[in-house]
């Protein structure tokens, strides 16, 4: 059953969402910085059995910086899509800005907050703050 659709910018790649996200965390670790152009990525964490490709799966581009896990994005707009090593990984964040629809739920937790820049100022909204990935 499909609960969440998404794209990339340019529209050539779509994937579908069937399982409800188990977390949603913003990640402010140096790579997602760099993917994203700006604070860090912002994902729900989900089986990557619950994600399924409907279009551009040849423009998916996976890669695997030196530290971390492996990013994926559309190769024409660069769009951010997962990250977590998928689809090896058991489980995959997908970048919410990717999903069609709003999304409702808030960010639970900050992650890797030990790479928060000098420019960056971290909300003062209460979340558990890691200076890691979440235990
Ligand atoms: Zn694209
Ligand atoms: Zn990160």
């Given at each position: 059953m499909t609960l969440l659709l998404g794209s990339c910018l340019c529209g050539a790649v779509r994937f579908e969402v069937t399982e409800p996200f188990d977390r949603v965390g913003m990640c402010h670790c140096l790579s997602c910085k760099r993917i994203s152009g700006g604070a860090g990525t912002v994902s729900g964490r989900?089986?990557?059995?619950?994600i399924r490709i409907l279009a551009g799966e040849e423009l998916l581009t996976t890669y695997q910086p030196d530290a971390g896990s492996a990013k994926t994005f559309c190769s024409r707009c660069g769009?951010?899509?997962f990250g977590g090593g998928?689809?090896?990984?058991?489980m995959t964040p997908v970048r919410l800005p990717a999903l069609d629809e709003p999304f409702g739920e808030k960010v639970e937790a900050h992650l890797f907050v030990r790479s928060v820049a000098p420019w960056e100022v971290?909300?003062?909204d209460g979340l558990p703050r890691y200076d890691e990935r979440a235990p």
């Amino acid at each position: 059953m499909t609960l969440l659709l998404g794209s990339c910018l340019c529209g050539a790649v779509r994937f579908e969402v069937t399982e409800p996200f188990d977390r949603v965390g913003m990640c402010h670790c140096l790579s997602c910085k760099r993917i994203s152009g700006g604070a860090g990525t912002v994902s729900g964490r989900v089986r990557t059995d619950a994600i399924r490709i409907l279009a551009g799966e040849e423009l998916l581009t996976t890669y695997q910086p030196d530290a971390g896990s492996a990013k994926t994005f559309c190769s024409r707009c660069g769009t951010n899509l997962f990250g977590g090593g998928w689809p090896a990984s058991p489980m995959t964040p997908v970048r919410l800005p990717a999903l069609d629809e709003p999304f409702g739920e808030k960010v639970e937790a900050h992650l890797f907050v030990r790479s928060v820049a000098p420019w960056e100022v971290l909300p003062d909204d209460g979340l558990p703050r890691y200076d890691e990935r979440a235990p």
